[in-house]
C-alpha cells in the first residue's frame, strides 16, 4: 500500500480523507496529544483494520474521538453527572472519560468489554474529520503498538507508512504527551493513565 500524504489545511484533504475512511480505509491525523490513526466506529472490519496495522494487541480496546461533547450520547449509556461536569470543562481537550458503552459500538472496538473510553480533541484538523465523516473515529496514537508515539507526520511514516491509507500532514502536535484517563465506571473514578489534565483538576468536578 501506498501512503499519501496531505497537508491538513488542503482545501481538499477532509474530501479525501473522508472518502478513505468510507471504504474502510485508515487515516492518521494530528490531534492536541499526539498523531492518532482513525477507522469509522461504527465500521467493525476497518476497526479490525486498525488493529493490524498498528500491531495492537486485540485484547487492547480502542478509544473514540467525538466532535462535539453532544455526541457522547450516541456512543455511551448512562451518562453519569459527574462526566458531564468533566465534559463542560475539559472537552475539547486531554482527557479521556471511560464510560459504559451503547449496544451500537462494536465488540472489536471495546475489546468485549462493555465500556468505551472517549474524548473530544482540540485540534481544528481532527475536530475537523470527525465532523466531516458525520460519525465517531475510534482512534489510537499512530504508531506500532510499544513503539513512542509520533508528533510529526514524519514519524508517523516511519512507523506506519504503507500501513495507513493516508496522512494528515498538520504540522507537529503541541502537546507531545497522551491524554489523561479517568474512568467512570467504578466508583470511585479511578485515572488509568496520568497525562495532562491533573487528578486535582479532576476532583474539582466531582
Known sequence: ?????????????????????????????????????????????AVARLYQAKERPGGKAIPLLLADVADLSTVADPIPPLAGRLAARFWPGPLTLVLRKRAVVPDVVTAGGDSVAVRVPDHPAARGLIAALGAPLAASSANR?????????????????????????????????????????VNPPAVLRPGPVSAEEIKQEA
Open 1 to 45: 500500500m501506498n501512503t499519501l500524504i496531505i497537508p491538513a489545511d488542503h482545501p481538499e484533504a477532509m474530501e479525501r480523507a473522508v472518502e478513505v475512511l468510507q471504504r474502510g480505509g485508515l487515516v492518521a491525523f494530528p490531534t492536541d496529544t499526539v498523531y492518532g490513526v482513525g477507522a469509522p466506529a461504527f465500521d467493525a472490519q
Open 145 to 185: 503498538s510499544g513503539q513512542p508515539s509520533p508528533i510529526t507526520a514524519e514519524e508517523v511514516v516511519v512507523q506506519l507508512g504503507g500501513r495507513v491509507d493516508l496522512i494528515l500532514d498538520g504540522g507537529p502536535c503541541p502537546g507531545g504527551m497522551p491524554s489523561t484517563v479517568l474512568d467512570l465506571t
